[in-house]
């Protein structure tokens, strides 16, 4: 039996019944929950505290930076993961991941998928190609496009290593609990569904941020 956890549901009733807020609510079941569901919202309603805050550091800044650093993280599980298998890098089998999830695609709509530019793309492609993992065939409608989908050998390679990718992706996202990982999602989707068409429209370098930030942000500033 979990007494530790006994311990700390008493406490939580305590709190309930000497809380300022708990004459608010029905003393039962009912109350006792929508007591601690509304406790717990306003934890995360709290601003939390981050490095430089203090001096002006903006929640775009600590933002950007975690996700760089989140990526690099990944990018560090994802290396052990295929360490001693036949991948070269995690590009390999994230393109064979997603092959096998969506089936066989145009070349250029898997380098989408995976937001890369089309050389970098490409130069993934032809390797996967090279090592018979996925092969190419013509489209039946665009006689210029070139249908990629994943060969035996490349689910069988992708199989044998997906143990280990499974358990970096759970590394991954930590100690979240499901519904942090839920409210995650949401809000990444959500600056997805943002960034995908600006990728798309393949603006260049030298113009992107500004034309961005004129048609999308400076209205909200």
């Given at each position: 039996?979990?007494?530790?956890?006994?311990?700390?549901?008493?406490?939580?009733?305590k709190?309930?019944?000497?809380?300022?807020?708990s004459?608010?609510?029905?003393k039962?079941l009912?109350g006792?929950?929508?007591?601690?569901?509304e406790?717990?919202?306003?934890?995360?309603?709290?601003?939390?505290d981050?490095?430089?805050?203090?001096?002006?550091?903006?929640?775009?800044?600590?933002?950007n930076?975690?996700?760089?650093?989140?990526?690099?993280?990944?990018?560090?599980?994802?290396?052990?993961?295929?360490?001693?298998?036949?991948?070269?890098t995690?590009?390999?089998?994230?393109?064979?991941?997603?092959?096998?999830?969506?089936?066989?695609?145009?070349?250029?709509?898997?380098?989408?998928?995976?937001?890369?530019?089309?050389?970098?793309?490409?130069?993934?492609?032809?390797?996967l190609?090279?090592?018979?993992?996925?092969?190419?065939n013509?489209?039946?409608?665009?006689r210029r496009?070139?249908?990629?989908?994943?060969?035996?050998?490349?689910?069988?390679v992708?199989?044998?290593?997906?143990?280990?990718?499974?358990q970096?992706?759970?590394?991954?996202?930590?100690?979240?609990?499901?519904?942090?990982?839920?409210?995650?999602?949401?809000?990444?989707?959500?600056?997805?569904?943002?960034?995908k068409?600006?990728?798309a429209?393949?603006?260049?370098?030298?113009?992107?941020?500004?034309?961005?930030?004129?048609?999308?942000?400076?209205?909200n500033?």
């Amino acid at each position: 039996m979990n007494y530790k956890l006994i311990e700390e549901v008493l406490q939580l009733i305590k709190n309930f019944d000497t809380s300022i807020d708990s004459k608010y609510y029905s003393k039962d079941l009912a109350g006792f929950k929508s007591w601690i569901f509304e406790s717990e919202k306003k934890k995360v309603a709290e601003e939390p505290d981050w490095e430089g805050k203090e001096n002006g550091r903006t929640p775009e800044s600590i933002i950007n930076t975690l996700i760089v650093h989140m990526n690099r993280y990944a990018k560090t599980y994802s290396k052990s993961a295929i360490c001693n298998s036949r991948f070269a890098t995690q590009e390999d089998f994230i393109y064979l991941i997603n092959l096998k999830a969506y089936g066989a695609m145009t070349k250029t709509d898997l380098i989408k998928k995976n937001i890369h530019e089309k050389p970098v793309g490409m130069q993934i492609i032809n390797r996967l190609i090279k090592k018979g993992w996925i092969e190419q065939n013509g489209s039946l409608e665009d006689r210029r496009s070139k249908i990629v989908l994943i060969t035996p050998d490349g689910i069988s390679v992708l199989d044998q290593s997906m143990k280990k990718i499974k358990q970096a992706t759970e590394i991954v996202t930590g100690n979240l609990s499901y519904a942090e990982k839920i409210e995650l999602i949401k809000l990444l989707q959500k600056l997805e569904n943002f960034h995908k068409p600006i990728f798309a429209e393949n603006h260049d370098s030298s113009q992107l941020i500004d034309r961005v930030y004129s048609k999308y942000l400076i209205h909200n500033n």
